[in-house]
C-alpha cells in the first residue's frame, strides 16, 4: 500500500522495521526495500520478496558517520581507514562504499562474504527512517530481481502490490540511477557500479581507481562479477532495447517501437515512426536523462511494443552510470 511519508507514516514503517518487516522507501537514487541491517530473518523476507539469488548481498543505509562502525570493522586498516575519510565529502549522498564488514551483520546480508556494502543517504525520509527504526537498514533496489529499479513510488506498488505492507511515497527520486559502488578492500580502490558520484570524481579524491573488469559486459559473467549482482543482463525490461542507429535506419524499425531521446538529435521526436516518444532532456542534459530514464523504460515496458529504442550519450562522467545500465538493458540473453 502507497502512503505519503508523512512523520507519523515515517514512524509507523520505522516500527514495522524494527519488528523485523519489510517496507518500501524512497532515497535520492532509488527506491529501497528495507529491513532491520542486524536481523537475519528480515534479511530472508527482501530475498524472497524481490526472488533475489541468495548470493547478491544487501547495501546497509546508515544516517550519521557514528553509525559506520557498528556495520563495518575500520579497525584493521589504517589504509581502508583513511581511504574512507578522502571519501566521506560525498556523503550523504549517491555512493556506496563496500568495507569489511562488522560482526554485527548476519551473512543472510552480506551473502556470506567477510565485506559489506555501505551508503548513507541524503533523502530526508530515508535519514528518518532509520533514526526511527533505531537500527542501520538493509535495502535493495525495490524491484524483482533482474528488473529495471523503481524510481517512483507506483512502480513499486505496481511490482509488488499487496505483497508489501507499507511503501512510503516521496516522489520521484532524483537522481534516477542506483548508487555509485567503490570497494576499499583492495589496495587500489575498484569501482564495481558507476553512478552519480563519477569515476572521475573518485579518482580525483582517492588518486588511482580501477575499473572493475565487469563494467566491460562483453567479459563479465556470474563468477567474475566483484559486485556480485552486477551480471551482464541486468535492468532489463521485458521489450527488447535497441540503440539508436545501431544498424538501422529509423524505417527499419518494428511498428511498435517506442523511442527516448536525451535532445543531442533534434530531429528525432518529429519522426512519424514510433508510437512512443520519451524526451528525457531538451538539451542533452545527463541530470535530467538520469532522472527519467528508469520511469520512461517502465512506462514504455507496460506498452507491449516490439523495441524500445534509446539515444546513447558519451560514456564518461553521469554518461558512464546510464550507459552502463543501457548496455545491460539492451543486452540479449
Ligand atoms: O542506490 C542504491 O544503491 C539502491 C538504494 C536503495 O540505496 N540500492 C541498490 O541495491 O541498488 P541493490 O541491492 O539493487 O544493488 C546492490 C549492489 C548489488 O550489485 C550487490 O551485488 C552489490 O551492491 N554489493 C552489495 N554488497 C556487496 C559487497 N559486500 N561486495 C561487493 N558488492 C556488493
Ligand atoms: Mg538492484
Known amino acids: 500500500m502507497l502512503y505519503d511519508a508523512s512523520p507519523d507514516n515515517i514512524l509507523k514503517a520505522a516500527g514495522l522495521i524494527a519488528n ?5 522507501f524512497p532515497t535520492e537514487t532509488v527506491y529501497g526495500l528495507g529491513a532491520d541491517a542486524f536481523s537475519a530473518s528480515a534479511a530472508k ?3 524472497q520478496l524481490k526472488k533475489r539469488p541468495a548470493k547478491n548481498p544487501l547495501i546497509v543505509h546508515i544516517n550519521s558517520f557514528d553509525q559506520l562502525r557498528l556495520v563495518a570493522d575500520l579497525s584493521s586498516s589504517r589504509r581502508i581507514y583513511e581511504q574512507l ?10 555512493l556506496t562504499v563496500v568495507l569489511p564488514k562488522s560482526d554485527k551483520i548476519p551473512p543472510e ?4 562474504l567477510s565485506s559489506v556494502a555501505v551508503r548513507y543517504p541524503s533523502h530526508p525520509v530515508a535519514q528518518e527512517l532509520v533514526a526511527a527504526a ?8 525495490a524491484n524483482r530481481s533482474g528488473y529495471i529499479s523503481a524510481t517512483r513510488a507506483e512502480h513499486v506498488d505496481r511490482s509488488f502490490g499487496e505483497e508489501l505492507e507499507m511503501i512510503l511515497d516521496g516522489g520521484p527520486c532524483q537522481v534516477g540511477l542506483e548508487s555509485t559502488i567503490v570497494s576499499l578492500l583492495d589496495e587500489v580502490p575498484t569501482l564495481l557500479r558507476p553512478g552519480a558520484v563519477s569515476y572521475e570524481e573518485l579518482a580525483e579524491s582517492l588518486g588511482e581507481v580501477k575499473l572493475s573488469s565487469n563494467l566491460s559486459i562483453s567479459e563479465s559473467s556470474e563468477e567474475k562479477a566483484l559486485a556480485p549482482g552486477m551480471l551482464s543482463k541486468h535492468y532489463s525490461p521485458r521489450t527488447p532495447i535497441a540503440f539508436l542507429g545501431a544498424n538501422r535506419s529509423s524505417n527499419g524499425y518494428p511498428a511498435k517501437t517506442g523511442l527516448i531521446t536525451f535532445g543531442y538529435n533534434k530531429e528525432l521526436k518529429c519522426s512519424s515512426s514510433f508510437l512512443v516518444v520519451d524526451e528525457l532532456s531538451r538539451s542533452g542534459n545527463l ?8 520511469a520512461a523504460l517502465y512506462e514504455q515496458d507496460q506498452l507491449g511494443l516490439d523495441l524500445i529504442v534509446v539515444e546513447q550519450c558519451p560514456d564518461k562522467g553521469l554518461g558512464r552510470a546510464i550507459m ?3 548496455t545491460r538493458a539492451a543486452k540479449e540473453e
Not at 575519510?85 to 549517491?94: D, I, Y
Not at 546480508?109 to 556470506?112: H, L, P
Request: hydrophobic share 45%; proline share 10%; net charge positive.
Open 287 to 294: 541530470n535530467e536523462v538520469a532522472h527519467g530514464l528508469f
Open 134 to 141: 533505531k537500527t542501520p537498514i538493509a535495502a535493495p533496489s
Open 45 to 47: 523476507k527482501i530475498y
Open 109 to 112: 546480508v552480506s551473502a556470506g
Open 85 to 94: 575519510e578522502l571519501l566521506k565529502r560525498f556523503w550523504p549522498g549517491p
Open 324 to 326: 552502463d545500465r543501457l
Open 20 to 24: 523485523g518487516e519489510v517496507v518500501a
